[in-house]
């Protein structure tokens, strides 16, 4: 049963009606996230947010007061190298409003390539400021590392970062992107896998959200990974 209002009246009323990939079960894991007893304070970001399936589900456990982020090519499909989704800022808007707890007031946009400097996300967002991060943007290595380095930067010290398609036998690029990450032996680091996404969190809090899900209804087995245990849900 999902315990948050918001979360549940977006399954009920909007998510089955927004183009996107993602699995229904990501309701009780942003649920659990939302009940801990820590990561209460900061906006979301989503890169890639294609028709804002996701991006929405995020927001809905995230107070008006803070600013939330999304970042995608949009109509600008000629920066999308690897053709990993094509979203529409218009329909996206349009679901925000009609769909969104917030219907986009806390929305910030911004349309261009995660890997463009002169975006300068970093300063525009400021560092440690963010309560999670949806990393589903561009499928290459090159924008899994640039994605997942620049949200160790913008993630909060109790913060978590949710990496799309790591498994995904076709979108091959994530997975490299993420081992080549993980070789720099950063302070982002993975806690649970499931539902082709993988949660990572600052190295200081992976024993507690390890065993925050360990302890949930949505734990299935230990496994390890990168020599960290993860919940596999």
Known sequence: MISNEKLRKYQSEGFGLIEGWCSEQLFATIDLLASTSINKSGGCLEIGVHHGKFYILLNQVIPSTETSYAVDVFHNQHLNIDWSGSGSLEIFRSNLE????HQGANTK????DSTDYGLDLEKCIGPGSLRLISIDGGHSVEHTVNDLTLANKLINNEG????????????????????RFMSTTPTLVPFAIGDNKLYLCKLSF?????????ESPLMTKNVRFFGYNLAAL
């Open 109 to 112: 946009i911004v349309i261009g």
């Open 160 to 179: 978590v970062v949710i990496l799309d398609d790591v498994m995904n036998y076709h979108w091959l690029g994530v997975m490299e992107g993420l081992f």
């Open 206 to 214: 992976q024993d507690f959200y390890f065993r925050r899900f360990s």
């Open 98 to 101: 009609k769909y969104d707890a």
